[in-house]
């Protein structure tokens, strides 16, 4: 079965330089949540889209802004980066508002040196 | 305090035996209730969901919710090494939809 495809995989920046991460859900998802696992850490939630609009909001920092497009693809866009923001970045989609059925992808590892 | 919490571990069993793994929550708001495994540098894997009190069961996992208690449980019956992985919580209620997650139990089963 088809599964969240996420881009890049590994994505190395320097401080202060701008970063953009993709997601594609799963085909017919139209919600994506976005979260942010640093080491050791548990996912936390930063933004959600369902049909294109933003659902809901978390922890994201001004410096990160994020849209869903019409083919319900995502990106989370960070400008302006930092140590702090390395992290394991994981993209999950569902078939509508489901919290209990949020499929991850495999994430997007982000080192800022 | 965290709305949710969950022994980081490490646990480390025996195959065959029986594991259990365990989160307490403080958000009453909680509904829907579920438990994720994930392998190193993976994304989290949905193993199972509850919604609001009760049991479920699938194969040799069972996973049990207590509201009363703001306790929920998963059992791993005859657990594998290939069950070696960190086992996460996750839950969401109220007027929203984002998982509260807890830290990750990392689990080992020894051959």
């Known amino acids: 079965a088809a599964g969240v495809i996420q881009s890049p995989r590994h994505l190395i920046k320097e401080k202060r330089e701008t970063a953009t991460l993709k997601c594609y859900p799963i085909p017919r998802h139209d919600t994506v949540y976005w979260y942010q696992q640093g080491p050791g850490q548990d996912p936390q939630f930063l933004i959600s889209?369902?049909?294109?609009?933003?659902?809901d909001k978390g922890s994201i920092p001004d410096r990160f802004s994020a849209q869903q497009f019409s083919d319900y693809h995502s990106e989370l866009n960070m400008s302006s980066l930092e140590l702090g923001d390395s992290a394991l970045y994981f993209c999950a989609s569902s078939r509508g508002v489901a919290p209990n059925e949020q499929y991850f992808g495999p994430g997007t590892r982000l080192t800022v040196t | 305090q965290k709305e949710v919490e969950q022994d980081p571990g490490p646990l480390s069993v025996p195959e065959g035996a029986i594991v259990s793994l365990n989160c307490t929550y403080s958000?009453?708001?909680?509904?829907?209730f579920m438990w994720y495994r994930q392998y190193s540098r993976k994304g989290p894997e949905l193993l199972m969901y509850t919604y609001s009190s009760g049991n479920k069961e699938d194969g040799r996992f069972t996973a049990q919710v207590d509201k009363s208690s703001k306790y929920i449980s998963l059992f791993i019956r005859d657990s594998q090494p290939s069950d070696s992985a960190t086992y996460l919580c996750a839950m969401s209620g109220g007027s929203n939809y984002k998982l509260t997650f807890g830290k990750g139990t990392l689990l080992t089963v020894n051959p």
């Open positions: 889209f369902y049909e294109k609009m933003q659902s």
């Open positions: 958000n009453s708001a909680f509904q829907y």
